[in-house]
C-alpha cells in the first residue's frame, strides 16, 4: 500500500492533561506516529500542560516511555524519538486558578496554528475555555478539542455549548468522537457513497434490520466512579453508538464537507422514535473467576446504572420506516468486537424450492477486531448433486486485500488530531447534533429511572442478558453472534 501523507502547517500544539492517561496512551504516542510518517512540519511544537510540578526532562521521559509501550516496534527508533521529543516541552498549568498561564502566553507563537486539546475532566472544559481568552491566547486562529463526555444530559450539554461559544466560533470547536476517526467508519461512508452496487438497496425496501454490536471483554475497572453517573446509554449509545447510527441511516450528503455531512446526521437523530422501555433491555455484570460483577466494581450495591443495553430503535423517514435498528453495548462480554450489520431481506420468491439454505445476504463491517468490510453471498455449493445453495463470505479483511502497510492504518486519535490541524471538522460533532441526541436521550433515561427499572444480572463472558436475545426473537430475527 502506498502512504500518502501530506505535511500539515505549522502548529503549537496545547495539550491539557499531557499527564493523564489519555495523552499517555493515546494523544502522545500518535503524534509520533504522525511524526514518524513525516506529517509533522518542522516547526511543530507541542506542549503538556497539567497541575502538577514536572520539567520538561521528566516529561520527555514518561512520553519516552509511552513510546515504547504503546508504537509498534518497527516504528520505534532512537533518532526519530528523540527528534520527536525534542519538540516536546512542559508548563504546569491550574486550570481553575491564574498559576502558569503567562508562562504558557510566552511560549505561544503568534504567526502558527494554535491547538488546544482539553484532555482533562469534563468539569474543567469552561475553565480552560475562560482562561484562554483571558491571558490572550485564543485568537481567530486557535482551535480547541473538547473531549468525552460532552455533558450528561441534554441540559449540561446545552450550558457546556453556550460556554464555549461566549469564547469561541462553532468552527473553532471540535467536540472529538473517536468513533468517527476509525478507518473502518469512513470506509462506511467510501462504500455507501462510492459504489453504485448498494445505495439503491440501502432502504426499508431492501433491508430487513440492522445490527449494530459494541461489545467489550473488559469490566468499569478503576473507572467504576465516572462510569457508575454513566452507564453504557451515556457512555456509549448516545454518542458513540450514535454516530455509527447517524453515517448508515443519513442521506447522501451533496459533499464530504463538514457541514453537509453534520446536517445529514442531524437529521437522522430527529427522526428517531421514542423508545419505549419494552423495547430496552438493560443489565449488570455478574462476578466470575476473573473478576468481580458490576455492583463490586462501582463499589455501590444499590447501583440501577447499566453496563449493558440492548435496544429497538426506529428511524421514522422515507428511506428507513419499518427497518429497525438493533443496537447493543456492553462490558465483560464473550469478545471484544465491534460491528455493524446490515441484514437484506431474502429475494421474493425462491425459484430453487424451499430450501433451508436461502440465507440473508448480510453486510458486516468489522470496527474490531481485523478491520474489514464482509459480504455473505449465496451461490451454488460446487460438484454434482443437484442445485444446493451455500453462503459463502466476499470478505474484505484491509489487512489482505491492501497488503504490508494496511497494519499502519493511523489510528482514530492521530487522524482527528491531524484533521484539527487542518481545520478539517467533518469527523467532529457540531453543538447542534449533540444537543439533539442529548434531547433523544433524555426521555429513554428518565422512562427507565421513572419506572424504577433495575438491571437484569448477566454471566460474565456472555454476550448479555437473555431477555436482549428474546428483543430479536420475538421480532423472528436473531443477533449476530459476538465472538472475535
Ligand atoms: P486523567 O485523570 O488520567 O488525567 C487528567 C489530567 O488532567 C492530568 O494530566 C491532570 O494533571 C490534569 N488536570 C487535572 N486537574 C487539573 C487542573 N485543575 N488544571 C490543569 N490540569 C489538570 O484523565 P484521562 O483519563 O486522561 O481523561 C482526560 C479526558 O479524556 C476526560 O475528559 C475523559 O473523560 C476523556 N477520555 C478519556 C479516555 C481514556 O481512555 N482515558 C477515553 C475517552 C475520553
Not at 502512504?3 to 489519555?22: A, H, N, Y
Not at 509498534?72 to 491564574?98: H, M, N
Not at 484532555?119 to 474543567?124: A, D, I, K, M, Q
Not at 429513554?444 to 442478558?465: C, K, L, N, Q, T
Amino acid at each position: 500500500m502506498v502512504s500518502r501523507v501530506i505535511p500539515v502547517e505549522p502548529f503549537d500544539l496545547v495539550i491539557f492533561g499531557g499527564t493523564g492517561d489519555l495523552a499517555r496512551r493515546k494523544i502522545l504516542p500518535g503524534l509520533y506516529r504522525r511524526f514518524v510518517d513525516g506529517q509533522m512540519p518542522a516547526e511543530a511544537r507541542i506542549i503538556a500542560a497539567a497541575r502538577s510540578e514536572n520539567t520538561d526532562a521528566a516529561f520527555r521521559d514518561t512520553v519516552r516511555a509511552a513510546i515504547s509501550e504503546f508504537v509498534t516496534p518497527e516504528k520505534q527508533d532512537a533518532t526519530c524519538i528523540a527528534a520527536f521529543l525534542e519538540r516536546l516541552s512542559y508548563v504546569r498549568v491550574d486550570a481553575t486558578g491564574s498559576d502558569g498561564w503567562q508562562t504558557l502566553a510566552d511560549k505561544m507563537r503568534k504567526d502558527v496554528i494554535r491547538a488546544y486539546y482539553f484532555s482533562v475532566g469534563p468539569g474543567l472544559f469552561g475553565d480552560l475555555a475562560r482562561r484562554l481568552h483571558r491571558h490572550g491566547i485564543a485568537g481567530t486562529r486557535c482551535r480547541i478539542v473538547v473531549e468525552k463526555p460532552f455533558g450528561h444530559d441534554l441540559e449540561s450539554a446545552r450550558d457546556l455549548n453556550v460556554t464555549l461559544a461566549e469564547h469561541f466560533d462553532e468552527q473553532q470547536i471540535y467536540r472529538i468522537d473517536h468513533y468517527l476517526g476509525k478507518e473502518t467508519v469512513q470506509n462506511l461512508m467510501a462504500v455507501r457513497f462510492g459504489n453504485m452496487l448498494f445505495e439503491p438497496l440501502w432502504n426499508a425496501r431492501n433491508v430487513d434490520h440492522i445490527q449494530i454490536t459494541v461489545a467489550e471483554t473488559v469490566g468499569v475497572g478503576g473507572r467504576g466512579g465516572y462510569y457508575d453517573k454513566a452507564g453504557a446509554m451515556r457512555d456509549m449509545v448516545q454518542n458513540h453508538m450514535m454516530q455509527l447510527l447517524c453515517l448508515i441511516a443519513m442521506e447522501p450528503p451533496y459533499a464530504f464537507e463538514p457541514d453537509a455531512v453534520r446536517d445529514e446526521k442531524l437529521k437522522v437523530i430527529r427522526a428517531l422514535d421514542h423508545v419505549e422501555p419494552e423495547q430496552i433491555v438493560r443489565g449488570q455484570y455478574l462476578s466470575d473467576e476473573d473478576g468481580p460483577g458490576y455492583l463490586e466494581d462501582v463499589e455501590n450495591p444499590d447501583s440501577r446504572t447499566e453496563s449493558f443495553i440492548a435496544m429497538k430503535l426506529n428511524v421514522s423517514n422515507w428511506r428507513w420506516k419499518g427497518t429497525p435498528f438493533y443496537i447493543r453495548t456492553g462490558k465483560r462480554l464473550r469478545a471484544r468486537t465491534s460491528e455493524i450489520a446490515i441484514v437484506f431481506k431474502d429475494p421474493p420468491h425462491s425459484i430453487f424450492g424451499d430450501q433451508e439454505s436461502h440465507k440473508s445476504n448480510v453486510l458486516v463491517i468489522r470496527l474490531q477486531p481485523n478491520e474489514g468490510i464482509n459480504l455473505k453471498v449465496t451461490i451454488k455449493e460446487p460438484g454434482p448433486g443437484g442445485m444446493r445453495l451455500i453462503e459463502v463470505p466476499l470478505d474484505m479483511s484491509f489487512k489482505e486485500a491492501l497488503g504490508p502497510g494496511a497494519d499502519d492504518i493511523p489510528d482514530a486519535y492521530e487522524r482527528l488530531i491531524m484533521d484539527v490541524i487542518r481545520g478539517n471538522q467533518t469527523l467532529f460533532m457540531r453543538g447542534d447534533e449533540v444537543e439533539a441526541a442529548w434531547g433523544w436521550a433524555d426521555p429513554v433515561i428518565a422512562g427507565w429511572e421513572e419506572g424504577g427499572d433495575r438491571p437484569i444480572p448477566y454471566d460474565a463472558g456472555s454476550s448479555g442478558p437473555e431477555d436482549a436475545l428474546m428483543l430479536m426473537h420475538r421480532d423472528g430475527r436473531r443477533w449476530r453472534e459476538v465472538k472475535a
